[in-house]
């Protein structure tokens, strides 16, 4: 099981003929994603080898769908053009966009987010990631090879932190890692990820990785509290952040003790989650769960 990506997924990769969209779209497929095309319309018809793979171009993720059964789109334009890619991805009915693109102007990220959700269309992202499920596909930049199948589920606003998480638990291994990325507008929210993440029935703990800024970690505790039965354990950049300074991602902004890392903290281990100092101490907390086992199988105890 995993959420949102699986081996069945079958992606789009809306820039794939420039530079990032080529080499991650390598890495991708290397990874065992079923990226069935690229969309660029002054390159439809042609095609793309990637070592023994040819990737078909289209002029259109209508195009693309129809011709591939695409459920899955990932975003490489320029931020310029991102707001007209994902329309055009909800418009052809894609299930889920996932917009890597950084420095989208936050009144566009506004616009096609709610375009989207109006036509059923998750966004991950932008300025993000990605996400993963181990073993089965990759839609996005996260490295596959740090990173094996297993029982954690990890939802991260930081990409860098996503990665060390990663590696520090690799002996686990994932169920699905999801960058939501830490713009002030994304689309899918840790709560999002925390509800599909309960939801699942091989994900049996789960990591969240916050940041200071706006108030998703305080919004995600409450809903642990009232909702998540799983043990979380959490950890938040940005403890030694000035008051008043943009840290970081353009949402980090912190005023008085709104936003602050030790209040998002206080927040979070007031629902029951266990909360690392450090991304080590993070992964340490993992690890000595009560209860919890590298062996499948093994029950986890529950906050």
Do not use: W
């Amino acid at each position: 099981m995993a959420i949102y990506l699986t081996k069945e997924s079958k992606v789009l990769v809306q820039g794939m003929t420039g530079a990032e969209g080529m080499k991650h779209t390598r890495r991708m497929l290397a990874a065992g994603t079923d990226v069935v095309g690229g969309v660029n319309p002054r390159k439809a018809g042609r095609t793309v080898d990637f070592d023994d793979r040819a990737v078909p171009v289209f002029g259109s993720v209508r195009d693309g769908i129809e011709a591939t059964g695409a459920d899955v789109t990932v975003v490489f334009v320029p931020p310029a053009f991102c707001k007209a890619a994902v329309t055009e991805a909800a418009d052809a009915g894609i299930g889920l966009a996932v917009v890597i693109t950084e420095g989208i102007p936050v009144h566009d990220s506004v616009a096609f987010h709610a375009y989207a959700k109006e036509r059923g269309t998750r966004v991950i992202g932008p300025n993000c990631p990605g996400l993963i499920t181990p073993g089965q596909a990759n839609a996005g930049i996260i490295p596959a090879d740090i990173a094996k199948p297993g029982r954690v589920g990890l939802v991260s606003k930081s990409g860098t932190l996503t990665y060390q998480l990663m590696y520090e638990l690799r002996d686990l291994g994932f169920s699905t890692c999801v960058g939501i990325g830490g713009d002030p507008v994304v689309g899918t929210t840790h709560i999002d990820c925390l509800a599909a993440f309960e939801d699942d029935p091989d994900t049996e703990l789960i990591v969240l990785i916050g940041e200071i800024g706006g108030d998703a970690e305080e919004r995600a505790a409450a809903y642990i509290q009232r909702a998540v039965t799983k043990p979380v354990v959490a950890y938040i950049a940005g403890f030694t952040a000035p008051e008043g300074k943009t840290m970081g991602h353009a949402g980090a902004i912190v005023s008085g003790s709104s936003g602050t890392a030790r209040a998002k903290q206080e927040a979070l281990e007031a629902a029951g989650v266990r909360v690392g100092a450090t991304p080590t101490e993070t992964a340490r907390l993992v690890l000595h769960r009560p209860g919890f086992s590298t062996d499948s199988g093994r029950d986890v105890t529950h906050r």
